[in-house]
């Protein structure tokens, strides 16, 4: 039985942060009625709270996540000054706007008439309550997908056995990339892979669990993994979205690139590690096994090989074939293992490079 289909992630975090904008918001309200001496029940300050929250966080978050991403996008790529001060800019007219129409929609009897009810205290606390969630998402972001929601509530802080996906996926023939374009390059080369074959990942509900040199790591839980073979859909749909890119990577590198991918699923342990820092991880058989058959494209030449054991629990999207590969013996491992091949129709690889 497949899991219930969830909303996208974006969209789920422009409502989580919309609902906590809302909730900051009614809060900041209540403490402004509270110290003007208002009656509770006939004050609008929670709802004009609750309102200028929901404006705020919904505007800007709706920018971040899903309006504005390409151009959300640049602007994390350029120098760090210029960044602050565009993001500071936007958010202080989105705030002055929210502030504006919440006073226009809910206002006091003593504001009925002046043209700028704005007060200072309002656009502080909203830019102070808006750096204060912009800097949790931040972090969120950089521990990656609901490790800093894991830490907080401890859900990993005991080792626990868990039935995950894996998909392993790197840059093909990136020694010699290095040495053609120098370190520098190189480096802006996989900034750039591991970005554009994020988004396809996400999409599919991918988790990126980790970047290791030109190797992206994303895991699934199994059944979220295997619910309309979303695993090998985002497989696919990052080898398409880099397809789709050939000619920028051909302009700014002189090279386009391609990539190899191993997908596998079974039991792993997941759990907190570290002490100076702390990340959580996945150890097991399975882990190692998704890796070599990641490695063992080049040994076959094919660009996605999968375990049966991932293949026969999950029907394969539409023009997705499987080829079996005869038992083979990976490195590190005594025992063999039954593989495919998994390539895309030749119809829809012609209709892709038109």
């Given at each position: 039985?497949?899991?219930?289909?969830?909303?996208?992630?974006?969209?789920?975090?422009?409502?989580?942060?919309?609902?906590?904008?809302a909730v900051v918001g009614a809060a900041y309200g209540h403490m402004i009625a509270v110290s003007d001496g208002a009656p509770l029940l006939c004050s609008a300050g929670v709802p004009r709270g609750a309102f200028t929250g929901v404006v705020i966080t919904g505007i800007l978050f709706s920018l971040e996540q899903l309006l504005a991403q390409p151009a959300m996008a640049k602007l994390r790529r350029i120098p760090f000054s210029i960044h602050l001060a565009v993001k500071t800019a936007i958010y202080l007219v989105v705030i002055l706007f929210a502030l504006a129409l919440g006073a226009w929609v809910f206002p006091t009897p003593a504001e009925i008439g002046v043209w700028w009810p704005i007060q200072r205290q309002d656009v502080l606390f909203s830019f102070a309550a808006v750096l204060v969630v912009r800097f949790i998402d931040d972090v969120n972001h950089l521990l990656g997908?609901?490790?800093?929601?894991n830490f907080i509530t401890g859900?990993?802080?005991?080792?626990?056995?868990?039935?995950?996906?894996?998909?392993?996926?790197?840059?093909e023939g990136s020694t010699a990339l290095a040495e053609r374009l120098g370190e520098l390059a190189f480096h802006r080369l996989v900034n750039r892979f591991v970005v554009d074959i994020t988004d396809p990942i996400v999409a599919a509900y991918g988790e990126i669990h980790r970047y290791v040199g030109d190797e992206l790591i994303a895991t699934w839980k199994l059944a979220d993994g295997l619910a309309d073979a979303r695993c090998v859909r985002a497989c696919f749909d990052a080898l398409d979205r880099l397809a789709a890119l050939t000619l920028e990577y051909q302009h700014a590198f002189g090279t386009p690139v391609y990539c190899r991918a191993g997908l596998h699923c079974g039991p792993v342990v997941a759990g907190e590690m570290g002490s100076v820092k702390r990340e959580i991880v996945f150890l097991g058989d399975t882990v190692n096994t998704?890796?070599?058959?990641?490695?063992?494209?080049?040994?076959?030449g094919d660009r996605v090989l999968a375990s049966a054991t991932l293949v026969d629990l999950l029907e394969l999207p539409a023009g997705i074939t499987k080829r079996p590969l005869a038992d083979l013996r990976l490195r590190g491992k005594e025992s063999q293992i039954v593989l495919y091949a998994l390539e895309k129709e030749a119809g829809d690889q012609k209709a892709l490079a038109a």
């Amino acid at each position: 039985m497949h899991p219930p289909r969830r909303l996208p992630q974006p969209i789920r975090n422009v409502l989580w942060f919309t609902l906590i904008g809302a909730v900051v918001g009614a809060a900041y309200g209540h403490m402004i009625a509270v110290s003007d001496g208002a009656p509770l029940l006939c004050s609008a300050g929670v709802p004009r709270g609750a309102f200028t929250g929901v404006v705020i966080t919904g505007i800007l978050f709706s920018l971040e996540q899903l309006l504005a991403q390409p151009a959300m996008a640049k602007l994390r790529r350029i120098p760090f000054s210029i960044h602050l001060a565009v993001k500071t800019a936007i958010y202080l007219v989105v705030i002055l706007f929210a502030l504006a129409l919440g006073a226009w929609v809910f206002p006091t009897p003593a504001e009925i008439g002046v043209w700028w009810p704005i007060q200072r205290q309002d656009v502080l606390f909203s830019f102070a309550a808006v750096l204060v969630v912009r800097f949790i998402d931040d972090v969120n972001h950089l521990l990656g997908q609901n490790v800093l929601l894991n830490f907080i509530t401890g859900h990993y802080h005991r080792p626990r056995l868990e039935q995950r996906a894996f998909l392993f996926i790197d840059i093909e023939g990136s020694t010699a990339l290095a040495e053609r374009l120098g370190e520098l390059a190189f480096h802006r080369l996989v900034n750039r892979f591991v970005v554009d074959i994020t988004d396809p990942i996400v999409a599919a509900y991918g988790e990126i669990h980790r970047y290791v040199g030109d190797e992206l790591i994303a895991t699934w839980k199994l059944a979220d993994g295997l619910a309309d073979a979303r695993c090998v859909r985002a497989c696919f749909d990052a080898l398409d979205r880099l397809a789709a890119l050939t000619l920028e990577y051909q302009h700014a590198f002189g090279t386009p690139v391609y990539c190899r991918a191993g997908l596998h699923c079974g039991p792993v342990v997941a759990g907190e590690m570290g002490s100076v820092k702390r990340e959580i991880v996945f150890l097991g058989d399975t882990v190692n096994t998704a890796a070599r058959i990641q490695e063992f494209c080049g040994r076959t030449g094919d660009r996605v090989l999968a375990s049966a054991t991932l293949v026969d629990l999950l029907e394969l999207p539409a023009g997705i074939t499987k080829r079996p590969l005869a038992d083979l013996r990976l490195r590190g491992k005594e025992s063999q293992i039954v593989l495919y091949a998994l390539e895309k129709e030749a119809g829809d690889q012609k209709a892709l490079a038109a």
